[in-house]
C-alpha cells in the first residue's frame, strides 16, 4: 500500500478539494498518512492568491528534492498554482512528476497509478467529469463536526488584482438538489455546522431553480439558504460574500431562521471609491456601508468580517486614509489585511505598481493598528454574554482547554472535557484576547 501525504495551502474550496482528494485516494486503495517524511507520495495542493502562497510550493519542492531520505517521493502538484502554471512546471521545479488542475482533481488516482508505473511529466488541466463525486467521506474531513459544502466553484468577476477566474474558471453552481442532498447526509452523520463555500457564494445561480421557488427570497442564493436551513442542521455559515451581490433578502433570510448563523464575510478590499474602480469591484463605498447600516440593523447581532488590500497601484495617501475611515465606520469584528502582490495575467499587473514596498508595510501596520482599536471597541460588549460554542477540539495550549466557534464565529476557547466536543455549549464569555473570547460553560 503506498503512502500519500498530502499538504493543503490557499481558502476553504482548497481544503474541500483535498478532503474529496483524500476520499477517493483512500478508497482506491492508497494509504493517508499525517508524516510526510514516510510518505512514498507527496501531493501539494497549492495558492497562487499572493506570491508568497505560490512562493511555498517552490520552497515545498526543493526541500523535498534535497532532503535526506531513503527514496525521493513522487511529487503531484494540485490546485490553483497546477492550473496556472500547468507543463511549465515541470521546467521549473525539477522534480514534480505530475500537475493536476484545480478541475482535475477527480482524476488523482488514475494520474498517481501512472506515476507510479514509471510515467513521468502528466499534466491534466482538464474539466471536471460529468458525474464528479462531491461527497466526501467522513473520515476524511477537516473536522468530525463541520463541513464544508461547495455551492458554487469559480468566478465571473475579474477583479484587476485577482488570479481566481484564471485559477477557477467561470462560475458554476451545483444544484440545489444535490446541496441539500449532503446537507442532509452530513447532519445525519453527526455533523453539527455546515460551511456554504464558493468563491462568491451571493451569485449562485444554478441551471435549474426547481424546488428553490418554494422558499420565498429573490435571489437564488437566499432561497438556497432557506432550503438549507430548513434541512434542519444544527447551523449554517456562507462564505465568501461580494458586495455587488449581497442583496437585502440574504439579511432576510437570516432574520428569519436561527440555524442560519449571525457571521457575514464581506470583503470591501478598499474604502476609495477611486481605488474600488480601478479594482473593478462593482461598488461603492457608499453602496457598502448600507449593506453594512443594514446587517446592523438586524436583530441577530450579526458580526461583519472582511479583506482589505493595501497598497493597490495608485493608491494615494488620501486612497488609504479613506480605507481607515471606512474600517473605522463598519467596526469589523475582524478583518484580514493583505499588501498588494501583482499576480502575472491579471489585469493590474499590467498598471504600474507605484507604492513603494516600504510604504505599503508603512499602511499595513497602520491599518492594523486601526483594526485592532475598533476590534477590541466591538468585542467590549461580549464579557458577561453567553455564547453558542461548538466545542470542535482540544486546545493545544491550556490543559483541559476546549476550542470551538460561536454562531458569530469567534474562536471561544474554554475549560472541558472530551465529553462537551461535538455539542453546542453555552460559555459565558469572561476574557477578550487578541484573537479569540475566553469562557465558561454554564
Ligand atoms: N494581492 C493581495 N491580496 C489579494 N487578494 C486577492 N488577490 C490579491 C492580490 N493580488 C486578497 C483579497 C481577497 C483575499 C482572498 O485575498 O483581499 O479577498
Ligand atoms: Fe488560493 Fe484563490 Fe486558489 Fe483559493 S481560489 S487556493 S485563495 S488562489
Known sequence: MKKVYLETYGCQMNVSDSERVSTALARDGFEMIDDESDADVVLINTCSVR????????????????????????????????????????????????????????????????????????AD???????????????????????????????????????????????????????????????????????????????????????????????????????????????????TSFPRDFTDDIIDAIDSNENLCNWVHLPVQSGSDRVLRSMKRGHTVDRYKRIIDKLKASDRDIAITTDIIVGFPGESEKDFAETVKLVEYCGFDSSYIFKYSPRPGTPAFEMEDDVTPAEKTIRFLELENVQKRVQSQRLSRYPGKVLKVLAEGRSTRTENGISGHSTCHKVVNFLGGDEHLGKVVDVRVKEIKANSLFGEII
Open 51 to 122: 506570491e508568497k502562497a505560490e512562493q511555498k510550493l517552490y520552497t515545498q519542492v526543493g526541500r523535498l528534492r534535497h532532503r535526506k531520505h531513503r527514496k525521493k517521493p513522487i511529487i503531484g502538484v494540485l490546485g490553483c498554482v497546477a492550473q496556472l502554471e500547468g507543463e511549465t512546471l515541470f521546467e521549473r521545479s525539477p522534480g514534480i512528476n505530475f500537475v493536476l488542475g484545480t478541475r482535475a482533481v477527480g482524476r488523482v488516482s488514475d494520474t498517481l497509478k501512472q506515476a507510479l508505473g514509471g510515467r513521468n511529466r502528466i
Open 125 to 239: 488541466l482538464g474539466e471536471r467529469a460529468d458525474d464528479y463525486d462531491w461527497t466526501v467521506a467522513d473520515t476524511h474531513r477537516h473536522s468530525p463536526y463541520v463541513a464544508f459544502v461547495p455551492i458554487i466553484e469559480g468566478c465571473n468577476k475579474f477583479c484587476t488584482y485577482c488570479i481566481v477566474p484564471f485559477a477557477r474558471g467561470r462560475e458554476r453552481s451545483l444544484p440545489a438538489s444535490e446541496i441539500v442532498r449532503q446537507v442532509l447526509d452530513l447532519r445525519r452523520s453527526g455533523v453539527r455546522e455546515v460551511h456554504l463555500i464558493g468563491q462568491n457564494v451571493n451569485s449562485y445561480r444554478p441551471d435549474s431553480d426547481s424546488g428553490l421557488e418554494m422558499f420565498g427570497g429573490r435571489s437564488p442564493f437566499s432561497r438556497l439558504l432557506r432550503a438549507v436551513a430548513a434541512t434542519g442542521i444544527e447551523r449554517v455559515k456562507f462564505t
